[in-house]
């Protein structure tokens, strides 16, 4: 489909003829008690490519997850990313084609929002000259200020394990590596949930010493990604937000309390309703999958769920361009 470019971009013009392809993984963020700070890239992409021309115009082409549900206009999320991005340098585009490959399925709490947002600022960067570029502490800071919050933008730009802050309205992320033995092992339903709706369960307080405890897990859980994932079961233990936001998902948080019985170390994956597993090692990777379809089947609802082994994405995000 094809669309004239918004009125509102002025100043130079980024040069036609560009191709960009950025490739961006799938992140999990809270992992449990790590609410709004830790996050985890996951080795499930959404590739776009972006070609710039000098006709005039948007074409955009969305091919995988979300194909059916998307806009093919300016109001795309990656294209109004990238758009924003460009115009934030002072610079425009005279036409821009996207071709979209998704995987990360959508509103399941797999960072499919901070995969488009990242897409864009990343393509919108490389399409700039160089002295125009932002360095990766900004684009750290622009692709948490457009997504609202870092945790799931750190790790699909860096890769592994983030853990973010803000201080006084700078956004910024610390990676840490993520021990060899963890695999992560996720129960995706067929329903979307938004994060708008599942925060909003959440209450405006907790106890000081819930919020101590949590401190407490959430700090043996980067122990446990990092160095022993024996831990991983107790480091997983969360008391901010999984059980308020339950009613909002009851087939996950089923799933997830039945597994956490079993000795699994499950979470809630960003604000739901994916269900994250962390197994310590192949075996226990084996035994998560054979858990949680046994469960879904149990529970009548097998077939409108899928369970995926992963990977750790280690490096990130990744781009690829040139100039024809």
Known sequence: MQVDL?????????????????TVPATSANLGPGFDSLGLALTLYDT????????????????????????????????????????DAGYGVQGLHLSAENAIPHG??????????????????????????????????????L?????????ALAGDLAVSWETDGVFRSARAAVHPRVIPVVAIPDVELSTASARGLLPATVAHRTAAANAGRAALLIHALTVDPSLLLEGTRDALHQEFRAPAMLPSARLLQALRSAGFAAVISGAGP?????????????????????????????????VLRLGVERDGARVEGHQR
């Open 6 to 22: 918004p009125g509102q971009l002025s100043g130079a013009m980024v040069l036609a003829g560009q191709e960009v392809t950025v």
């Open 48 to 87: 776009v490519r972006v070609r710039t021309s000098d006709t005039g115009g948007i074409v955009v082409d969305v091919a995988g997850e979300g194909a059916g549900d998307v806009p093919r206009d300016a109001s795309h999320l990656v294209v109004r990313t990238l758009l924003s991005t460009l115009q």
């Open 108 to 145: 399941r709490g797999l960072g499919s929002s901070a995969s488009a947002i990242v897409s864009g600022v990343l393509a919108a960067n490389s399409l700039l000259p160089a002295e125009a570029r932002l360095d990766t502490a900004g684009l750290l800071h622009a692709c948490s200020a």
């Open 147 to 155: 997504e609202g919050h870092p945790d799931n933008v750190a790790p």
């Open 274 to 306: 994916t269900v994250l597993c962390l197994a310590d090692g192949d075996a226990a990777a084996r035994e998560a999958e054979q858990a949680m379809t046994e469960h879904l089947r149990a529970a009548g609802s097998g077939e409108n769920w899928r």
